[in-house]
């Protein structure tokens, strides 16, 4: 399973960016798949997820700002309205290991892509 990021960048606050995140291995590993963050100094943040049946949730702090979506095997987070506080390394994940839910860990995970808000 190989999970790639991109679509990251510098933005200014209010902008927005789209994140992609193309995955490669057996479909079966992408019933569950996230958008977490990291911001530097901070823990690791669940952001959004989707499950097999279509359905999304997103962290509280992204509600009504962030859109996650999947195509196929790929996963996509849009962000709008950014804010500084949304800066950090935004990660890619496949495969919740339990409930398809953002407070477990994940079986696979991307390098990261950089979004930075100024």
């Known amino acids: 399973v190989q999970l790639v990021e991109s679509g990251g960048g510098l933005v200014q606050a209010g902008g927005s960016l789209s994140l992609s995140c193309a995955f490669s291995?057996?479909?079966?590993?992408?019933?569950?798949m996230a958008w977490f963050r990291q911001a530097p100094g901070k823990e690791r943040e669940g952001v959004a997820f989707?499950?097999?049946?279509?359905n999304t949730a997103v962290a509280d702090s992204v509600e009504g700002r962030f859109t996650i979506s999947k195509a196929g095997t790929n996963l996509y987070l849009q962000m709008d309205s950014l804010k500084p506080e949304d800066t950090g390394m935004y990660y890619c994940?496949?495969?919740?290991?339990?409930?398809?839910?953002?407070?477990?860990?994940?079986?696979?995970w991307g390098q990261g892509t950089q979004v930075t808000v100024s």
């Open positions: 994940a496949a495969e919740s290991l339990g409930f398809c839910r953002l407070d477990v860990d994940f079986r696979y």
């Open positions: 291995g057996n479909t079966r590993n992408t019933h569950c």
């Open positions: 989707v499950d097999g049946t279509g």
